[in-house]
């Protein structure tokens, strides 16, 4: 990898994750004991939102494709798989199983429409 994208990579990163993320925070949290006033006085982070910057490194982990940031959902989407990947506290989930479908395959719409009429 040229230094440069080494560079910009790292920069990007560093201010996303600067801080714990927001789920380890709540689980030290949770884990330690404290009075109630003390819980109702703490205050809360406000969640991480996703750094579209790192979309110039991200790609689809199937197809290997650049992926789109959709800021309602908050979602990274394959617009040719039509697939989505959820975005949790300002980090992408591209698991496999996180997956989500965007829109059924046409194809497969009308093989279904098709069976259902004979």
């Known amino acids: 990898?040229?230094?440069g994208v080494c560079s910009r990579?790292?920069?990007a990163l560093r201010g996303t994750w600067a801080q714990p993320p927001a789920v380890a925070q709540r689980c030290v949290h949770a884990s330690v004991s404290r009075p109630s006033s003390d819980q109702s006085e703490r205050?809360?982070?406000p969640p991480r939102v996703f750094d579209p910057e790192?979309?110039?490194f991200l790609v689809c982990p199937f197809s290997k494709k650049p992926?789109?940031?959709e800021a309602s959902p908050n979602e990274l989407?394959?617009?040719e798989l039509e697939i989505a990947y959820p975005i949790i506290d300002g980090i992408p989930n591209m698991i496999p199983q996180a997956v989500r479908m965007t829109h059924q395959?046409?194809?497969q719409e009308e093989m279904e429409q098709a069976s259902?009429?004979?």
């Open 1 to 3: 990898m040229p230094s």
């Open 9 to 11: 990579l790292a920069s």
């Open 43 to 45: 205050t809360r982070e």
């Open 54 to 56: 790192l979309l110039e």
């Open 67 to 69: 992926l789109r940031y």
């Open 77 to 79: 989407i394959n617009e």
């Open 105 to 107: 395959n046409k194809k």
């Open 116 to 118: 259902a009429h004979t």
